[in-house]
């Protein structure tokens, strides 16, 4: 059933071809918002002076050129490729330019199209890393959540910990003409982070990967641990040094009073000996 439709669509879009007297080519690279977009127009007889031009289209499928002459000359500008081509820059693309009809008239003939918007032709990343990064602990479960915005297509986020991936459900989403704002949450039993190291998160927009990280101000149980037993540990430590130096001093004094007694019973033989 899927290939008689496929065949049925070619033989109408070479139909479309072998019959038109006009035909309006779409961009085939990548679309890049801010970047130009051409659309070609070519007629299969030499264009001549007498015939009008015409290019329609964007989001109120207005008219945009006519015989070169465009309603918005910092927005559109027409110019003549060959004898039987004319093409259409659209600069500075927004939103508004995408996702919606272009039709190119010339006499009484027309083509148009729609310029359908999809991961293979168009790609915009968010504009900030991610927006209301909420990552706390409720009820012994740990939920993380935050919003990319302005984005298309709809990424794909995992959490990656310890070497594992863990993949955020999007909660919420929202869409303008083409870009989208999406919420993304996950809730574990486990922690979602290493120790003393920041969340790390991936989001894979059509074939770009996106990374950027997530604070949070948890204190690993181990360390938690440690503090618990450190003011123990410091003190006992203290009382060891205490009584290692006061065994210190004790042993000093006792040489020195050893030393003194030495002394004094030499004098004293000195002494009885009648040496002066």
């Not at 990548?30 to 130009?36: A, N, P, Q, S």
């Not at 990656?160 to 870009?179: D, P, Y």
Request: charged share 25%; proline share 3%.
């Amino acid at each position: 059933m899927k290939m008689t439709e496929a065949v049925i669509s070619t033989c109408i879009f070479l139909i479309h071809i072998a019959t038109a007297k006009v035909m309006l080519e779409l961009p085939g690279d990548m679309i890049e918002l801010g970047k130009e977009l051409k659309l070609k127009c070519t007629t299969l007889k030499v264009i001549p002076s007498h015939k009008s031009r015409q290019w329609i289209g964007g989001k109120d499928n207005k008219l945009l050129c006519y015989d070169g002459v465009t309603v918005d000359p910092q927005k559109y500008k027409e110019e003549m490729i060959s004898t039987t081509t004319y093409e259409l820059t659209v600069k500075n693309i927004s939103e508004n330019d995408l996702q919606c009809q272009y039709a190119c008239r010339f006499g009484f003939d027309i083509d148009q199209k729609f310029l359908d918007i999809n991961e293979k032709n168009f790609i915009h990343m968010p504009d900030k890393n991610a927006t209301d990064i909420v990552y706390q602990q409720q009820n012994g479960t740990f939920i993380l959540s935050f919003e990319l915005q302005k984005v298309f297509p709809k990424p794909l986020c995992k959490v990656i910990i310890k070497g594992a991936n863990r993949n955020l459900t999007a909660t919420n989403e929202s869409k303008s003409r083409v870009l989208l704002n999406v919420t993304y949450g996950l809730e574990s039993d486990e922690p979602l982070h290493n120790c003393l190291k920041p969340i790390k998160i991936e989001c894979l927009v059509g074939k770009t990967t996106h990374s950027f990280t997530a604070e949070h101000t948890f204190v690993c149980k181990n360390l938690q641990m440690d503090e618990e037993h450190r003011i123990p540990i410091i003190i006992t430590v203290c009382i060891t040094i205490a009584l290692l130096f006061a065994l210190l001093v004790i042993a000093v004094l006792y040489v020195l009073k050893r030393s003194s007694n030495t002394w004094k019973h030499l004098y004293s033989i000195v002494r009885r000996s009648g040496y002066k």
